[in-house]
């Protein structure tokens, strides 16, 4: 059997917009990703939907997995011939234990690669304001772990750390923030040196507190700083009071999640992400191509329009065509309708202007749109989803008007996604609801727990009727059933 290969992957410090491209081209191609609490939940997304997603934990005081089970796991996975990535917050390399898996690859000749990642300790004080190197103030950073513990204390010559010239950086540190404070003063540093303790920088419930190094504990305990969090010790922290500039937006301090397909997952992302939010992009369903042979056998002649109902129909109408070896040019006189202005752009993006859009973005209303511009000579070719609505067939049915369905593609629930979804609803704000389906998914996976904090938004009626006949309350339906009518439903509730 073929050896596979592992892939130690950097996830960046929790904005999931601050992978590489590297690391995210190895996401997409890998057939096993060993993931942790830490790696922020939108970079696992666009996995392929055959990918194989563990999670291993490694949290603060909570293992899901422990070290050693972990490094094995990575070898057994790479002898099945197996291409596995090692996702892991921030960089491997900087307390990450990244050295320790490659360690043990080597050991047993697993071929691997290490992909770097952005590093919490220079990018949690950027998106706080925070340079950590200024030339008016220091050219130099020291970083250490506040974790690494010997008999309960930290095990560093406190006596040199605190003779070193330029900005102090502590990741880990809060459970040991009293005495890394305290005995960075029994050795000489000022008290009155400034100093800022960050909780989940990069991230919505980013927060930062600032104080002197003799204050810093006793301030963060009043303004109960929770971790992760990590600690910034010298003159460059004066600096957050004019150049601040992460915490700003609108929806800045709002955790929301987006549960539809990956790719409208992240346009609806990257919209929200504008006014500051941070949005998760976690898919909790998947399509898949059933039939990507079953355009073979259409005479296109006989057909007048084409009506597509989502994104997804889209590519894998375009993905059939190709795989079926037609040339486009058979479909040139054919009208397209969408039901959306998603489904839309997601046409005009392959040069098809469509001829048919309902203002309102639902199966009913696109039938009435569609219905009175045809005749007696049309015929419509409908693309859609095996398990998806028939509104718009029983519609187009009682109407007299001829077509054919072609069921190119099946929606199902993500499996893989339950722990990602319990972990990321813990401190959620809004989650986002872009089709029925997504709702049975978040049924399946998780359930409406009783109380809960957080707030459920519909892209339209259907959706929200879905929701509703399972016992899941909705907030807010948005107005106007795509993307911008659900950024406005957000941004009108704040």
Same mark, same amino acid.
């Given at each position: 059997?073929?050896?596979?290969?592992?892939?130690?992957?950097?996830?960046?410090?929790?904005?999931?917009?601050?992978?590489?491209?590297?690391?995210?081209?190895?996401?997409?191609?890998?057939?096993?990703?060993?993931?942790?609490?830490?790696?922020?939940?939108?970079?696992?997304?666009?996995?392929?939907?055959?990918?194989?997603?563990?999670?291993?934990?490694?949290?603060?005081?909570?293992?899901?997995?422990?070290?050693?089970?972990?490094?094995?796991?990575?070898?057994?996975?790479?002898?099945?011939?197996?291409?596995?990535?090692?996702?892991?917050?921030?960089?491997?390399?900087?307390?990450?234990?990244?050295?320790?898996?490659?360690?043990?690859?080597?050991?047993?000749?697993?071929?691997?690669?290490?992909?770097?990642?952005?590093?919490?300790?220079?990018?949690?004080?950027?998106?706080?304001?925070?340079?950590?190197?200024?030339?008016?103030?220091?050219?130099?950073?020291?970083?250490?772990?506040?974790?690494?513990?010997?008999?309960?204390?930290?095990?560093?010559?406190?006596?040199?750390?605190?003779?070193?010239?330029?900005?102090?950086?502590?990741?880990?540190?809060?459970?040991?923030?009293?005495?890394?404070?305290?005995?960075?003063?029994?050795?000489?540093?000022?008290?009155?040196?400034?100093?800022?303790?960050?909780?989940?920088?990069? @991230?919505?419930?980013?927060?930062?507190?600032?104080?002197?190094?003799?204050?810093?504990?006793?301030?963060?305990?009043?303004?109960?700083?929770?971790?992760?969090?990590?600690?910034?010790?010298?003159?460059?922290? @004066?600096?957050?009071?004019?150049?601040?500039?992460?915490?700003?937006?609108?929806?800045?301090?709002?955790?929301?999640?987006?549960?539809?397909?990956?790719?409208?997952?992240?346009?609806?992302?990257?919209?929200?992400?504008?006014?500051?939010?941070?949005?998760?992009?976690?898919?909790?369903?998947?399509?898949?191509?059933?039939?990507?042979?079953?355009?073979?056998?259409?005479?296109?002649?006989?057909?007048?329009?084409?009506?597509?109902?989502?994104?997804?129909?889209?590519?894998?109408?375009?993905?059939?065509?190709?795989?079926?070896?037609?040339?486009?040019?058979?479909?040139?006189?054919?009208?397209?309708?969408?039901?959306?202005?998603?489904?839309?752009?997601?046409?005009?993006?392959?040069?098809?202007?469509?001829?048919?859009?309902?203002?309102?973005?639902?199966?009913?209303?696109?039938?009435?749109?569609?219905?009175?511009?045809?005749?007696?000579?049309?015929?419509?070719?409908?693309?859609?989803?095996?398990?998806?609505?028939?509104?718009?067939?029983?519609?187009?049915?009682?109407?007299?008007?001829?077509?054919?369905?072609?069921?190119?593609?099946?929606?199902?629930?993500?499996?893989?996604?339950?722990?990602?979804?319990?972990?990321?609803?813990?401190?959620?704000?809004?989650?986002?609801?872009?089709?029925?389906?997504?709702?049975?998914?978040?049924?399946?996976?998780?359930?409406?727990?009783?109380?809960?904090?957080?707030?459920?938004?519909?892209?339209?009626?259907?959706?929200?009727?879905?929701?509703?006949?399972?016992?899941?309350?909705?907030?807010?339906?948005?107005?106007?059933?795509?993307?911008?009518?659900?950024?406005?439903?957000?941004?009108?509730?704040?």
């Amino acid at each position: 059997m073929k050896m596979g290969k592992v892939v130690l992957v950097g996830a960046g410090p929790g904005d999931g917009r601050l992978i590489t491209e590297k690391g995210n081209a190895c996401i997409k191609e890998a057939d096993v990703i060993v993931y942790d609490a830490l790696a922020c939940p939108s970079v696992l997304n666009m996995a392929r939907s055959d990918c194989q997603l563990i999670y291993v934990g490694k949290q603060a005081g909570c293992h899901f997995m422990e070290q050693e089970e972990i490094n094995l796991l990575l070898v057994e996975f790479a002898k099945k011939g197996k291409n596995v990535v090692r996702l892991k917050g921030g960089d491997p390399f900087i307390f990450g234990r990244g050295g320790e898996e490659a360690l043990v690859l080597r050991k047993y000749q697993i071929p691997f690669e290490v992909v770097p990642g952005v590093s919490s300790c220079y990018a949690a004080p950027a998106y706080a304001g925070i340079p950590v190197t200024h030339r008016s103030c220091t050219s130099a950073f020291h970083v250490f772990t506040g974790h690494k513990q010997l008999n309960n204390q930290l095990d560093m010559d406190y006596e040199s750390i605190a003779r070193l010239d330029g900005t102090l950086v502590f990741l880990m540190s809060l459970m040991n923030l009293p005495y890394i404070t305290e005995e960075l003063i029994a050795n000489g540093k000022s008290p009155n040196l400034p100093a800022a303790v960050i909780q989940q920088g990069t @991230m919505s419930k980013q927060k930062t507190v600032v104080a002197t190094l003799g204050t810093i504990a006793e301030e963060v305990r009043k303004q109960q700083v929770n971790t992760p969090a990590m600690t910034i010790i010298g003159d460059v922290v @004066m600096l957050r009071e004019k150049i601040q500039w992460f915490e700003n937006g609108k929806l800045f301090g709002k955790k929301i999640v987006a549960t539809g397909t990956p790719l409208h997952a992240k346009k609806l992302a990257d919209e929200l992400n504008k006014y500051g939010a941070d949005t998760v992009e976690l898919s909790l369903i998947k399509t898949t191509c059933i039939h990507l042979d079953c355009l073979k056998k259409i005479q296109w002649s006989a057909y007048t329009w084409v009506v597509l109902t989502s994104v997804n129909g889209v590519q894998f109408f375009f993905d059939a065509l190709t795989s079926c070896g037609i040339d486009l040019r058979k479909i040139l006189h054919l009208k397209f309708a969408a039901i959306g202005s998603g489904t839309a752009e997601s046409l005009a993006e392959k040069g098809i202007f469509v001829d048919c859009v309902p203002e309102r973005f639902e199966s009913k209303y696109l039938a009435d749109a569609l219905i009175p511009q045809l005749s007696t000579v049309d015929k419509l070719l409908l693309i859609r989803a095996e398990n998806g609505t028939t509104v718009l067939q029983k519609m187009l049915k009682q109407a007299g008007i001829d077509f054919d369905t072609v069921m190119l593609y099946r929606t199902e629930t993500d499996y893989r996604k339950k722990e990602l979804l319990k972990l990321v609803l813990k401190d959620t704000d809004y989650v986002i609801f872009s089709s029925a389906s997504a709702v049975k998914a978040f049924e399946e996976l998780h359930g409406m727990e009783k109380g809960s904090h957080v707030k459920m938004i519909s892209i339209g009626a259907v959706t929200t009727r879905a929701a509703e006949e399972i016992g899941i309350p909705i907030y807010r339906t948005a107005c106007q059933a795509d993307i911008a009518g659900i950024a406005r439903c957000i941004l009108n509730d704040n």
